[in-house]
């Protein structure tokens, strides 16, 4: 392994099949730190949830290649990829849809035209003159790219899908240097029929999951297919590192808090390789879901956005922030970037966090760490601030914990028995639990 001094950028070999265990030291003329780090080679793709940026909430039909390239830039240089924000991923609207068929963005000629080439390869929007250059650009940042595609003759937005190109899509994208793909059920339905049995949900993926380990480069599969079938049952097992336990969140996000407790009913789903994704994280600058409009700042209570990212980091979900990089602000990047609260979600053990009710309006999410410790979030869904307390009975652990806030970084204290906090309107108190 290298490290490249400008850059901070670590490549080289896969070693053979084992762990790894190594030493990284950092020092400046501030100070020296370092801090133990495992390699972990095998076949399990995904040990820890996905981390990146998608464009679909900031961009929808708007995306190019320009826009992409100026994300990643942004990637680095607010920080968020030193804190484990790692793909670039394209939603729909890279591909061609046929002129004169009807879709998101009907006035958009440049998206239109021949979908693939003689020989059935797919062929991208002249907003995307190079895909080989754009990866190659993602890649020298230190980042990983992610594409879009459908199992369906079309995508959600009427764009050419993969449905019998699935082989030249899969060595096509690995080609170009993907690291990640989207699949997106979309069309599909036409395919599978009104009532798909389980063998019908399941064909598509299967047949992606294959097609991508065949390639020579890890491209990670994430299927979109909201939650039909039970799909966290079976997802890994066709192929898959993550799927979608729901619809589109950004017809709902004044749901976050019931979202998140659904999901975490499939929680012994959750584990190394194996990811419930309830959807992407939208604060900052978003459109809107049910107008595609350009991208304007969030209305979401700031309080509410701490619960959102505690939420999605508690139950083990794949980091995907969806706003629009070029208007990143430093309320934003402090919900995105607390690396304790990653820590979190990133968590080796990956385990998904257990529901306990209160109230209606209280409730608490624990979620077993690696080193022995808990993390503990006490939610509060009324608009107005609320005492909750949370015992040692409830919580399966005796004698005296040491507690700290992990959005404030700080240690609060030892605690026995039980541990009470007043916890914002629609917001979050975070902590750590243990007897360090």
């Given at each position: ?17 084992g ?18 780090f495992?390699?972990?080679?095998g ?19 708007r ?79 230190g ?15 009427g ?17 170009w ?31 992606m ?6 390639q ?60 419930n ?6 604060i900052?600058?978003i ?27 508690l ?13 990143l602000d ?11 609260v ?15 009710m ?8 624990v979620k077993?760490m ?10 509060n ?16 652990i005796?004698?005296?914990?040491k ?15 039980s ?18």
């Open positions: 392994m290298k490290l490249d001094e400008t850059t901070g950028i670590v490549t080289g070999n896969v070693p053979e099949r762990d790894y265990n190594m030493v990284i030291i950092a020092k400046n003329k501030n100070g020296k730190d370092r801090k133990n495992k390699l972990a080679a076949d399990i793709l995904s040990l820890t949830p996905s981390m990146g940026w998608n464009d679909w909430y900031a961009y929808y039909t995306i190019s290649d320009e826009d992409v390239r100026k994300s990643a830039d942004a990637l680095v240089s607010s920080g968020m990829a030193d804190v484990g924000y790692a793909y670039i991923n394209m939603d729909d609207c890279w591909e061609n849809r046929k002129k004169g068929t009807r879709g998101y963005d009907n006035a958009d000629s440049r998206r239109k035209g021949e979908e693939r080439d003689m020989q059935g390869n797919i062929i991208p929007n002249s907003y995307f003159p190079d895909m080989k250059k754009l990866t190659d650009y993602i890649h020298t940042k980042l990983k790219a992610g594409i879009y595609s459908s199992p369906g003759v079309s995508t959600c937005g764009y050419v899908g993969s449905y019998q190109h699935e082989a030249q899509d899969a060595k096509q994208y690995a080609a240097g993907f690291d990640f793909l989207k699949y997106d059920w979309c069309s599909y339905g036409q395919i599978a029929g009104k009532k798909p049995d389980l063998a019908a949900y399941k064909k598509p993926y299967q047949l999951g294959s097609l991508l380990k065949q020579d480069r890890d491209i990670l599969l994430n299927l979109c297919q909201y939650g039909m079938g039970n799909v966290w049952k079976w997802g890994a097992e066709v192929g898959g590192q993550s799927w979608r336990t729901s619809g589109d969140l950004g017809f709902e996000l004044d749901k976050i808090f019931d979202v998140a407790i659904n999901n975490a009913k499939h929680g012994e789903y959750s584990k190394p390789g194996s990811w994704d309830p959807d992407y994280i939208q900052g600058y459109g809107n879901a049910r107008k595609e409009g350009l991208a304007e700042k969030t209305k979401m209570p700031p309080n509410m956005q701490y619960a959102y990212m505690s939420l999605w980091c139950i083990a979900s794949p980091l995907f922030y969806s706003g629009d990089m070029g208007h430093d309320f934003t990047l402090n919900v995105l970037c607390n690396a304790e990653i820590a979190v979600d990133q968590d080796p053990l990956g385990a998904c966090g257990k529901v306990i209160h109230q209606d309006s209280t409730f608490l999410m077993p690696a080193d022995g410790s808990k993390a503990l979030g006490l939610f869904r009324s608009k107005k601030p609320v005492v909750t307390t949370a015992t040692w009975d409830e919580l399966q005796s004698g005296k914990q507690l700290r806030d992990l959005w404030r970084q700080k240690n609060i204290g030892k605690f026995d028995h541990f009470t906090t007043t916890v914002p309107a629609q917001g979050v108190v975070l902590v750590s639990v243990g007897k360090k």
